[in-house]
């Protein structure tokens, strides 16, 4: 029996078998979030490292929140395309400071004791053990979005509320400042994910703030001024921007907030 052999276009009517240009289709770029999402893309939605836990989720953090305020854009273009804005130079000298009142705070937690820093100006003892993390999944959304957040300590009265603390190193008095309005959204957050993780809260959150004071006798050791603000948290103001992030993340590439000039810098440098 013949075998039969594949018919092409160019063995029927004779002559070479041409060759085929194969043409795919570049895939284009899904313009909205959403978009992306559902055709899981290159432009798919990244995770956050620090608290995916292998899930595929886009974490949202306070901070990540008022960079948004600060600019949609870049906002935007980091929670797409995982492009941060580079961050310069910068001193690191806060985070070292961040990390030893953390150490001595902890020498204190299992004696229910204050640090003598604090002792006489708040009240409760430090959570023991302490929980540092906390995470809110967002309903919704197809389960994709979820705000995390991350305490520097955490107050427990006895009727077993819990007063979220953060502390601030400051480099001018912070008696003669006016209170950063970030930072009240901070103390929201973390009351809010407290509340959604069965902690009840005092409705109430301090900052401590580290200033360097003058010294005479630095030598023997530096002088630190202790200066804390109580606030009064409102973990309702947190869900309305947390739905404004989702919105504008599913949108549209948003423009670039007025206050950096840096994308008008890039236009008008671009031409050179
Ligand atoms: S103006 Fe441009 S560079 Fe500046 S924050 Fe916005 S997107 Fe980023």
Same mark, same amino acid.
């Given at each position: 029996m013949a075998r039969r052999t594949p018919t092409t276009q160019a063995s029927l009517f004779g002559g070479d078998t041409p060759k085929v240009k194969r043409v795919t289709k570049k895939p284009s770029k899904p313009s909205t979030f959403r978009e992306a999402f559902a055709s899981r893309s290159a432009y798919a939605p990244r995770t956050t490292n620090s608290a995916?836990?292998? %899930?595929k989720r886009v974490w949202f953090s306070a901070t990540a929140m008022e960079s948004m305020n600060r600019c949609p854009r870049c906002f935007w273009i980091e929670k797409h395309e995982g492009i941060r804005q580079p961050e310069g130079i910068v001193s690191r000298l806060a985070n070292r400071f961040d990390g030893v009142i953390k150490q001595y705070f902890d020498l204190y937690r299992a004696s229910g004791e204050l640090p003598p820093m604090v002792a006489g100006q708040l009240e409760g003892s430090l !959570?023991?053990?302490? !929980? %540092?993390k906390y995470w809110y999944r967002v309903p919704g +959304?197809?389960?994709r979005y979820g705000f995390y957040g991350k305490l520097d300590e955490c107050l427990v009265s006895k009727d077993g509320k819990y007063t979220p603390v953060d502390h601030k190193t400051a480099s001018s008095d912070p008696k003669t400042r006016d209170l950063i309005p970030a930072y009240q959204f901070q103390l929201d957050s973390y009351a809010f994910l407290l509340e959604k993780n069965a902690h009840p809260t005092t409705g109430i959150g301090h900052l401590i703030y580290f200033f360097p004071g003058h010294g005479e006798?630095? +030598?023997e050791g530096f002088p630190m001024e202790i200066t804390i603000k109580t606030l009064n948290t409102d973990p309702g103001r947190v869900m309305p921007r947390l739905e404004a992030a989702i919105k504008l993340l599913e949108g549209p590439l948003p423009q670039p907030g007025k206050e950096c000039p840096f994308c008008a810098y890039v236009d008008r440098v671009k031409k050179f």
């Open positions: 995916n836990r292998g %899930e !959570q023991y053990p302490f !929980q %540092e +959304h197809d389960n006798k630095l +030598h």
